[in-house]
């Protein structure tokens, strides 16, 4: 098996990339050649024997896609996206990227079907941000889906374009609607949801952290290493169980900012409480008064896809993954 994957710079492309190159990991994929493609260049994973390609891509600009394309991967895992924050403060980038660089990618696959019958398995990742208020408390997999940012508009309309794609036979899609990925390793990035890693990650190494939101405020979670488990199930999961609605919302936790600080507090002791400053944002405030508190993901879990219980286990993920040798 040839697999692609896009966006293999990214916090969650390096992970799913270990994950692939190890076999106890991998949910029994067979992989002989493995393709990397970012817009720098992805990190090397040294102890993979198949194949390898690391590419330097725009699937923007015309073309790239197409040279994807010809290389004819058997599974493709499309993260490749500009973040929140970023999508909603440059709107042409976030169009540019996130939809225009998805549609030359389906169309590319699209032409290579009609031309020799080539026909991928297509992991995208999606968002909750699909998902605009007015919200109930547990949002249904039934939920009409009703953005109120670029970013999750843009993820909202390559929804559709993968389930009318799928429908028509030129690639097996489904889409991945990933929680608020919680705790994120390494540095704050443009996310717009960064603070929600960002009270955990730094008291847990002793530095402060900004929270710019009440501690009231809910939101749904995952770990990355959850992220990985959702796209390797996907990538083997016999999709005709999915039906006509080719993305799902993943299962999560449910919790209040303050749910956070508590099991901080119990796995970390006061003193990494004491270093979270509350600090109030006005426009952050206001862009998370429209985000999903939480989720019904029945469909998913009935589906086997699985995810942390509590928010305690997400720090201890963060922990074992990050900072223990």
Not at 152 to 176: N, V
């Amino acid at each position: 098996m040839h697999v692609a994957i896009i966006g293999a710079a990214g916090m969650v492309g390096v992970k799913l990339t270990q994950a692939l190159i190890e076999p106890s990991a991998r949910h029994g994929l067979e992989i002989e050649a493995l393709t990397l493609i970012d817009v720098v260049e992805p990190p090397l994973p040294e102890t993979f024997q198949g194949e390898l390609r690391r590419e330097v891509r725009d699937l923007s600009a015309a073309g790239e896609a197409q040279r994807l394309v010809e290389q004819r991967p058997d599974l493709i895992f499309h993260l490749a996206a500009i973040v929140s924050g970023e999508a909603e403060r440059d709107f042409d980038k976030g169009y540019r990227i996130n939809l225009d660089g998805t549609r030359e990618l389906f169309d590319a696959i699209r032409q290579a079907n009609l031309s020799s019958g080539y026909c991928p398995r297509l992991v995208f990742t999606s968002s909750i941000a699909v998902f605009g208020a007015p919200l109930p408390e547990r949002i249904g997999d039934d939920f009409h889906s009703t953005p109120l940012t670029s970013y999750g508009t843009q993820k909202a309309i390559c929804e559709l374009l993968l389930a009318d794609y799928t429908r028509r036979g030129f690639f097996d899609g489904i889409g991945i609607r990933l929680p608020t990925l919680c705790v994120r390793p390494g540095k704050p990035n443009l996310a717009a949801s960064g603070f929600f890693s960002n009270i955990i990650r730094e008291p847990l190494v002793g530095q402060p952290a900004i929270l710019p939101v009440p501690r009231e405020v809910r939101h749904w979670f995952a770990s990355p290493r959850s992220a990985v488990g959702f796209l390797l199930h996907a990538a083997t999961i016999d999709t005709a169980l999915i039906g006509p609605r080719r993305s799902l919302s993943m299962p999560g936790v449910s919790a209040t900012v303050d749910d956070q600080i508590e099991a901080l507090r119990r796995v970390a002791g006061d003193a990494a409480v004491a270093l979270i400053e509350e600090r109030p944002d006005p426009a952050i405030i206001a862009m998370v008064s429209g985000w999903a508190p939480g989720f019904d993901a029945e469909r998913a879990t009935a589906l086997g896809f699985t995810a942390e219980r509590d928010f305690e286990q997400i720090i201890r993920a963060h922990i074992e993954d990050e900072l223990e040798p």
